[in-house]
């Protein structure tokens, strides 16, 4: 069964940087686009970056500059480098990714993971 794991979350003081991790595990054959979402409360899951297979990486316009994704295919791992958060950073963070699992050449099939809690302290 493909699972989408989270790490590296955590309480962090404003200014501080935290690096999030996600491996897919589970009969992956492949996987394709992989990012990162956040969730506030009482707000909407947003889309906070982006990273595809081709090599191109997407970020949320407010978030540029701080933040960094990044992968490694051979390792089904998809990272978030968050520096300099702010207060306005604290959300449930989820990965998301395109995966190729099962028998033979295997289906494409869209998965999130549980989450990881970043807490920016002010």
């Known amino acids: 069964q493909v699972r989408l794991v989270e790490s590296g979350g955590g309480l962090v003081q404003s200014g501080g940087s935290l690096r999030l991790s996600c491996v897919a595990s589970?009969?992956?054959?492949?996987?394709?686009?992989m990012g990162w979402y956040r969730q506030a409360p009482g707000k909407e899951r947003e889309m906070v970056a982006l990273?595809?297979?081709?090599?191109?990486?997407k970020y949320a316009d407010s978030l540029k500059g701080r933040f960094t994704v990044s992968r490694d295919n051979a390792k089904y791992t998809v990272y978030l480098q968050m520096n300099n958060l702010e207060p306005e950073d604290t959300a449930e963070y989820y990965c998301?990714?395109?995966?190729?699992?099962?028998?033979?050449?295997?289906?494409?099939?869209?998965?999130w993971g549980w989450g990881t809690q970043v807490t920016v302290s002010s």
């Open positions: 998301n990714g395109d995966v190729r699992h099962g028998k033979g050449w295997g289906t494409w099939k869209n998965f």
């Open positions: 990273a595809r297979s081709d090599g191109t990486l």
């Open positions: 589970g009969g992956i054959l492949g996987i394709g686009t």
